[in-house]
């Protein structure tokens, strides 16, 4: 069974957990990014969804995601799905520059959107794109 962590900083769209267990996947949700690392010491999983937060105050990065893409670097068979705001898009790209992202969704996301990527995670190969 494919494995997926969701990472829900700010939510405010529906809850896809529904959505994750239909499509078959193991799905754990965290609220935080330290969560989320403290659980990949343990298992890596297949899809990470999670929210791209961008933050000019952060003295060493600019956005929520810095950290966990580089830890991902270890594991580049995780296919990443980053829900983002519109206006923030160009902060966006200077990150996946740097980080390989499997895919992009703007807010307010759609379930059919999420649906959709993440039937093209499942038949794609580990790290395929």
């Known amino acids: 069974m494919p494995s997926l962590l969701a990472i829900i900083e700010l939510g405010g769209y529906p809850n896809l957990l ?65 829900f983002h705001l519109p206006e923030q898009a160009d902060k966006l790209a200077a990150l996946e520059a740097r980080f390989r992202l499997f895919a992009k969704l703007p807010l307010p996301v759609s379930s059919e959107a999420v649906e959709s990527v993440l039937r093209e995670a499942l038949t794609l190969p580990a790290g395929g794109a």
């Open 18 to 82: 529904p959505l994750y267990q239909r499509l078959g996947f193991d799905a754990e949700v965290v609220n935080s990014q330290r969560k989320a690392r403290n659980l990949l010491k343990r298992s890596v999983p297949d899809v990470i969804v999670a929210e791209y937060i961008f933050q000019s105050d952060f003295r060493d990065r600019t956005s929520n995601l810095e950290t966990l893409m580089a830890v991902l670097q270890r594991h580049p068979s995780v296919k990443v799905v980053v």
